[in-house]
Nanobody, 121 residues
Framework: QVQLVESGGGSVQSGGSLRLSCAASEYTYSRYCMAWFRQAPGKEREGVALIDRDGRTSYADSVKGRFTISHDNAKNTLYLQMNSLKPEDTAMYYC???????????????WGQGTQVTVSS
């Protein structure tokens, strides 16, 4: 089974940027649906962005135009570039993977341990 390790979280001021990384233990591009989720204290986990097996991306409305998901095939690494960060983006961010024929309404089986993002005003 694939193992996922996130990194890149930290504390930034509002308007700042961070890039999260998710290193996979095996080749994932074109084999797995890959996604970023986040969970803030007292809130439910929400999907932030996903990239399907053909490289197509989709985003939550709250991050459209500010976040970009991408994948480096050679490094088996998933990224989340986060720009124009807002205090409401503060959360634990997780990457996830699923092997599925289509990447809609997927149950993600593989999860990383999470990386904390804190945005101050």
């Amino acid at each position: 089974q694939v193992q996922l390790v996130e990194s890149g979280g930290g504390s930034v001021q509002s308007g700042g940027s961070l890039r999260l990384s998710c290193a996979a233990s095996e080749y994932t591009y074109s084999r797995y649906c890959m996604a970023w989720f986040r969970q803030a204290p007292g809130k439910e986990r929400e999907g932030v962005a996903l990239i399907d097996r053909d490289g197509r991306t989709s985003y939550a409305d709250s991050v459209k135009g500010r976040f970009t998901i991408s994948h480096d095939n050679a490094k088996n690494t998933l990224y989340l570039q986060m720009n124009s960060l807002k205090p409401e983006d503060t959360a634990m961010y997780y990457c996830a993977a699923a092997r599925a024929p289509v990447c809609r309404d997927v149950t993600y089986k593989y999860w990383g341990q999470g990386t904390q993002v804190t945005v101050s005003s």
